[in-house]
């Protein structure tokens, strides 16, 4: 698949499939991706217009799952301007009401590593991410083409306890990565992280909080149903959903053959 514009000098973005693989999130099914290098130079607009197409980022690459025979991947965004927090992340805020966060580069460190290695032996043991050395974790953090930055989550005795990996798109904030300390799940540390990057996403005067792909069957991915209005893309563009209905009526929505993203497509092997 081909994006660009003949009378642009912007570089064209191709796009490739990826071997069939076994699929992290679902058993007994295969994973296969439709993945492009952005590389350097990559326009912001280039990269806003493929996020509302559905596709996410890691480092260099986007990419978007195209799957055969499955759907269960699903784009999901946040509403912010009418994003109202329950009772149990009322709670959450209240907890951690003593937490600092900072914007800071996006620059790898030791003490984030630390962190990063602990959460994955702690929700993770076992999953690929939890191989990374500190060299993989740097290049997750430190190699993006466009606007990427951390925050960190610091404790009254400035304490590192979470991070999250964001990225700047043209109607909003889009929530990368995030990790942080296991040690106790009752202050809801990912949760708190959400919430609060919705705040961000109202201070800068944007429209939507990117939560990337949510996925019926997986617990991994039950989280981003707690948080509403939850948009989700469909054939007919981005529209609102309710998690909690019956699986089958929400497929009715986004099994069907995925929105046209762009102009002359030309896919290659």
Known sequence: ???GDRTSTTAPVYFFRTAPMPCPYLGNRVERRLVADLGKPATQAQYDQLAIAGFRRSQNLIYR????????????RLRV??????????RIL???????????????SWEQYRLFTAYQTGRHLGGEMSFM?????????????????????RDPEQRLVAVILVDRQGDGLSAV?????????????GTFMIADLISRVRLAGLSYLYLGYWISGSQKMAYKSRFSPLEALTPDGWRQI??????????????RKPPTMLSTPRLHP
Request: hydrophobic share 30%.
């Open 81 to 90: 301007a009418d994003f109202r927090p329950s009772r149990t992340q009322r």
């Open 133 to 153: 050395t500190y060299e993989d974790y740097r290049d997750m953090i430190e190699v993006s083409p466009i606007g990427t930055w951390l925050i960190e989550y």
């Open 242 to 255: 309710d998690p909690g209905q019956d699986d089958t009526q929400l497929s009715s929505h986004t099994d």
């Open 94 to 108: 209240t907890a951690n009401a003593n937490l600092v966060g900072q914007e800071v580069p996006a620059s790898a």
């Open 65 to 76: 799952p195209a799957c055969p025979g499955c759907t269960a991947c699903i784009p999901v």
């Open 1 to 3: 698949m081909f994006l």
């Open 177 to 189: 990565y995030s990790f942080y300390d296991p040690g106790n799940p009752k202050l809801g540390y």
